[in-house]
């Protein structure tokens, strides 16, 4: 069953730092716990010795305690760069305050990015909309993370921006953060790649492609409300529908389009993920009604493929 939590009742930076690292607990203990205990997670900071190596790094302190060879580990020396893109633009408020999309995703962030840490694995993050509006170095240190995660709590409790005044752009970001990594990276990003048109989301897979091109590795997470957005489950009663970014609005009783828009929308998802494997993007749709070890295992399912 999906962990309960209230994001309305999130408001210090504290209690995302520490709600992310309870997440993140708990993930690993169920993952040592489940069928893929296999895995091999890495949290500490030190790696063993090679022997041949200079021991000028050498913890002893640890050795006294073990009898065995560990390394300190340094920034220099991270297995990863990471980049958490976050779709923060007016459809991602959907579909009520505290349980939306985009705080879903701010969260699954938060958690990703102290896993990421603790594996002393370099990460940025980047927020868009329309442009992008918060850009960050990418590093591994424990005081960028709480830059991040002080980014992060900052976004959760923004209100959102009016209709009309931001759309979506993933394309344009997703371009230009092609053009800035100097680096193989790890591309993270979390939308509903909900374009107003075709050639909106044609243009947010051919950027994605781009990123290809540069030779980093892309993990789409596909973030949306399917009770409603995929599946239409409203109460048969008349409802007036409103375009979240536009403020358009169009009256009518579900039962009208239901089977129409079902028929649509699994549609596009089908081509969204086909194109995603054609391109080898890692495509997984998420729920903001289920639980965040979802995301948690798809990162790691894909960190192990380019360590």
């Not at 920034?75 to 893109?85: C, G, K, Q, S």
């Not at 759309?167 to 993270?188: E, M, N, W, Y």
């Not at 492609?209 to 009770?227: A, G, N």
Request: charge should be neutral.
């Amino acid at each position: 069953m999906p962990m309960p939590i209230d994001l309305a009742a999130i408001r210090s930076f504290e209690n995302l730092e520490f709600l992310a690292r309870q997440l993140v607990d708990g993930f690993i203990t169920g993952l040592h716990q489940s069928p893929y205990h296999g895995f091999s997670v890495e949290f500490s900071e030190h790696r063993l010795y090679n022997p041949g190596e200079s021991t000028r790094h050498i913890d002893w302190k640890v050795f006294a305690r073990t009898d065995k060879l560990f390394v300190k580990r340094y920034e220099e020396e991270t297995n990863l760069r990471a980049h958490i893109l976050l779709d923060v633009s007016p459809s991602m408020y959907y579909p009520a305050p505290g349980f939306d999309k985009l705080k879903f995703s701010i969260l699954a962030a938060a958690a990703l990015t102290t896993l990421l840490t603790r594996q002393r694995d370099a990460v940025g993050l980047v927020t868009f909309a329309e442009t992008v509006e918060l850009q960050t170095p990418v590093r591994s240190t424990s005081t960028h993370r709480h830059t991040l995660l002080l980014a992060l709590q900052q976004l959760l409790e923004r209100p959102p921006a009016p209709k009309t005044v931001r759309g979506t752009d993933v394309a344009g970001t997703v371009h230009a953060i092609a053009q800035q990594i100097p680096k193989r990276s790890l591309v993270i990003l979390f939308s509903d790649m909900l374009g107003r048109s075709t050639s909106e989301q044609d243009a947010a897979l051919a950027a994605l492609q781009h990123l290809k091109h540069q030779h980093h590795e892309v993990l789409l997470f596909h973030v949306l409300d399917r009770t409603t957005e995929a599946n239409f489950e409203f109460a048969e009663r008349p409802y007036i529908f409103e375009d979240v970014e536009t403020g358009l609005e169009i009256k009518l009783q579900p039962s009208q389009i239901k089977e129409q828009y079902q028929a649509a929308m699994s549609a596009y998802e089908q081509e969204l993920a086909l194109r995603c494997g054609q391109l080898r993007i890692d495509f997984v749709p998420v729920d903001v009604r289920e639980p965040f070890e979802k995301v948690l295992y798809a990162y790691l399912v894909k960190r192990g493929k380019v360590r």
